[in-house]
């Protein structure tokens, strides 16, 4: 249904404008009494075989979703419903950012992807923080967290430990966001130097802590296998717990749209189908070459359960979806679920 009929309609109107509608109503719904329940008990599954404990958090199931879809921890609760196992909001900054001027998200229909150039628009830290205090305790949060586009590169610690501090205390894990292409030279960050100290001053931050909270990097998958070597070593020395392999690329070399309508789309990071090989690809070598010594959550370009496979079975412990969600539905989930609950 959702494929046959809502998504031709929803693909009618611009991307950013039915993100905002649709979680908006999404919200409205789940206020009706008994809503909330009903999604539920359509969408989840439930069983002891997806059931994981990663980074010692324990997930009812390994499907999360994707940082994007929830900037501002506006609707964690209601997304959650849809059977996912974790949410993951952000990529919020320390304060609040417009992004990119628009249009600044592009579906490619041919290609099942999108190209996008946000730039991590967002309401600032302090806001997701207000909107997390009353948060379920069963529902496991990562917190995403970048550096505002004005901040330079030599002053980026700063930002991503106010983040820090201010989401501790309501998150359950924290993920470094070095790898948006869509911030200029946020990238030069995944560089072996300045990476090394600056998740080294976040481990710090965490030990310093009564609690400490998992710390995962989300890489690029556009790096070399010799960054990728240097990703490896970078995790070894300063004890993170994890890597999210990968964010949007800027390859677009496998791309099946009109390249004239590439070219005037312009700048941005793609995702989808189009990232799912180079994402496998980086998950497979990160973990072969650490001897899977620590774990991989896997993004990119999942659009079915045989997708989540072999991403999980590359050396992902656990995966995320957003471009596949709203190309193929909240259904995903379930069928993801379902299939991985019957190996």
């Known amino acids: 249904m959702y494929k046959l009929i809502l998504r031709p309609l929803l693909f009618l109107i611009s991307p950013e404008k039915v993100h905002h509608w649709v979680t908006g109503g999404l919200k409205l ?3 009706i009494p008994g809503k909330k329940a009903a ?3 359509f969408f989840n599954v439930k069983s002891p075989k997806l059931e994981r404990e990663v980074f010692g958090l324990k997930f009812p199931n390994p499907v999360g979703l994707a940082a994007g879809c929830d900037k501002n921890a506006e609707f964690y609760e209601e997304l959650a419903c849809f059977g996912f196992g974790f949410i993951e909001i952000g990529t919020v900054t320390p304060v609040a950012q417009d992004g990119n001027p628009q249009p600044r998200m592009f579906r490619l229909p041919k290609d099942n992807g999108l190209i996008n150039r ?3 628009n967002n309401l600032g830290v302090e806001a997701a923080v207000q909107r997390l205090k009353n948060r379920s ?3 496991i949060i990562g917190g995403n967290i970048g550096k505002n586009k004005t901040t330079p590169n030599e002053d980026a610690t700063s930002d991503y430990e106010k983040c820090f501090h201010a989401l501790h205390d309501y998150v ?3 993920v470094v966001n070095v790898s948006s292409p869509n911030t200029p030279n946020l990238r030069d960050l995944q560089e072996k130097e300045p990476l090394t100290k600056l ?5 710090e931050l965490n030990e310093s802590k009564l609690t400490q909270k998992p710390i995962l990097l989300k890489i690029a998958p556009d790096l070399t296998n010799s960054q990728l070597d240097d990703i490896v070593a970078i995790v ?3 004890k993170i ?3 999210i392999a990968t964010n949007t690329t800027i390859d677009r070399s496998v791309l099946k749209t009109d390249k004239q309508i590439i070219e005037d789309i312009g700048a941005g990071g793609v995702s989808g189908k189009p990232a799912k090989k180079r994402s496998t690809e980086v998950i497979r070598y990160l973990h072969t070459k650490s001897n899977g010594s620590f774990p991989i959550i896997g993004v990119g370009g999942i659009h079915s359960a045989e997708d989540a496979i072999e991403k999980l079975e590359a050396g992902a412990s656990l995966i995320q979806i957003f471009t596949g969600f709203i190309y193929e539905g909240p259904g995903l989930i379930k069928s993801i679920n379902k299939r991985l609950a019957n190996i």
């Open 29 to 31: 719904a789940c206020k």
């Open 39 to 41: 999604l539920k008990a």
């Open 118 to 120: 946000m730039g991590f």
């Open 137 to 139: 305790p069963n529902l």
């Open 172 to 174: 359950d894990y924290f």
């Open 199 to 203: 998740l080294s001053h976040l481990i």
């Open 236 to 238: 070894s020395y300063t």
């Open 241 to 243: 717990a994890g890597v």
